[in-house]
């Protein structure tokens, strides 16, 4: 083939009166290596665009956002290598830049290839499946253990890809072994950061096996309430209620104690504590808690109670609990109770309100009369 190649070459260029290199058609040969990857590019992709028009997958509209610029550059580095195996060794040895432009491209283009398509994998996997909802835990769970095995794996493959490009250098090695036995300081740091990264993939592992935590999990962390975010590798980011981001190594979440809210189930108690005076009917009270909370569509069912459950010297603690489906809606039932019940105590039994006495003196002195005759 490239004895034909090369016949073909010269007859053309003698035609017109140039007497070519004996390299050119090898330069040639790769140039239309690379235009062919470009064609079978147009070809696929406007494949993809006619198919996708007719009837519509998830997976290639995937493709088509998260792996098209990568797909374009590893087709023409995958036909220029073929072009370089092609070659002969003369024009290998007289051009060995060639070569080696080949395989560096080719690493790093199949590499990005590689790793788009993992998100590609991922995103497929996780698209039917609700987080936002509390009362998936199911959903949460596998969507957590799937985003942390995809990391997983991206972090091998670029390492395993910047292995191999680091291999087509015979000069690498030898320098890298070089600085880390001359230099005892750098390797003590590179020792040190090792076990810190190892620490943190093994608190990684475990969480995505045994799901202390899961995304979109209600948690307090810090004594801060938020929702679990992001799971990286190396931390784990709370999304607190104000909107705020609270940065976490994910080792914390096997270190430390913390609440999780939605570990096993997403309903959850609220509690409202009224303070009022020694007056107070607190049957009415009761009476009216239980009215406000079964209209309210937020209460569940699942637990309700108003109960004394302190005393001061100037008034009582009234407790109420009302359950809901999550935290959220735990949070605005126990709101609209304490305005609607304080609103009913205030229209109702405003004497019941938290109240300071006062004797006066005045209302002393006819009692100490009394006692003196």
Same mark, same amino acid.
């Given at each position: 083939m490239q004895q034909q190649l090369d016949l073909w070459i010269r007859a053309i260029v003698r035609w017109f009166g140039y007497v070519p290199n004996r390299d050119l058609s090898g330069w040639i040969l790769l140039i239309i290596a690379v235009v062919l990857g470009l064609i079978v590019d147009v070809v696929i992709t406007q494949t993809i665009r006619f198919v996708v028009r007719r009837r519509s997958f998830r997976t290639l509209s995937l493709l088509k956002v998260y792996a098209r610029w990568a797909f374009w550059l590893f087709v023409p580095s995958l036909f220029f290598l073929l072009a370089t195996n092609l070659q002969s060794e003369r024009f290998l040895r007289r051009h060995p830049v060639a070569d080696k432009t080949a395989e560096i491209l080719f690493l790093i283009t199949t590499t990005w290839f590689i790793v788009q398509l993992l998100k590609v994998g991922e995103k497929r996997l996780i698209y039917e499946y609700d987080t936002t909802n509390d009362t998936n835990l199911a959903h949460r769970k596998f969507v957590t253990q799937v985003r942390f095995f995809r990391r997983l794996i991206v972090i091998l493959v670029i390492i395993l890809g910047a292995s191999l490009l680091l291999i087509t250098f015979q000069g690498s090695r030898k320098v890298g072994l070089s600085v880390l036995t001359s230099a005892g300081v750098v390797s003590v740091v590179l020792g040190f950061a090792a076990?810190?990264?190892?620490?943190?993939? *093994?608190?990684?592992?475990?969480?995505? /096996?045994?799901?202390?935590? +899961? !995304?979109?999990?209600?948690?307090?962390?810090?004594? $801060?309430?938020?929702?679990?975010?992001?799971?990286? *590798?190396?931390?784990?980011?709370?999304? /607190?209620?104000?909107?705020? +981001? !609270?940065?976490?190594?994910?080792?914390?979440?096997? $270190?430390?104690?913390?609440?999780?809210?939605?570990?096993?189930?997403?309903?959850?108690?609220?509690?409202i504590f009224l303070y009022l005076d020694y007056t107070v009917p607190v049957e009415a009270v009761r009476k009216k808690a239980r009215e406000l909370a079964e209209n309210d569509p937020l209460w569940t069912g699942d637990s309700f109670a108003v109960q004394v459950t302190d005393t001061t010297p100037t008034c009582i603690q009234v407790r109420v609990l009302v359950s809901a489906q999550d935290a959220p809606s735990a949070f605005d039932l126990r709101c609209h109770m304490r305005e609607k019940l304080v609103a009913f105590i205030r229209d109702e039994y405003p004497q019941s309100l938290p109240q300071t006495r006062l004797m006066l003196a005045e209302e002393l002195k006819p009692q100490e009369n009394s006692t003196g005759q």
């Open positions: 076990q810190k990264t190892l620490a943190n993939l *093994l608190a990684g592992i475990q969480i995505a /096996l045994n799901q202390q935590i +899961r !995304l979109d999990d209600a948690v307090v962390v810090e004594k $801060e309430w938020g929702r679990i975010e992001e799971i990286n *590798l190396t931390s784990v980011i709370v999304r /607190l209620w104000d909107r705020r +981001r !609270l940065i976490l190594p994910i080792t914390y979440f096997v $270190e430390t104690p913390f609440e999780n809210w939605t570990r096993s189930d997403a309903s959850i108690i609220g509690a």
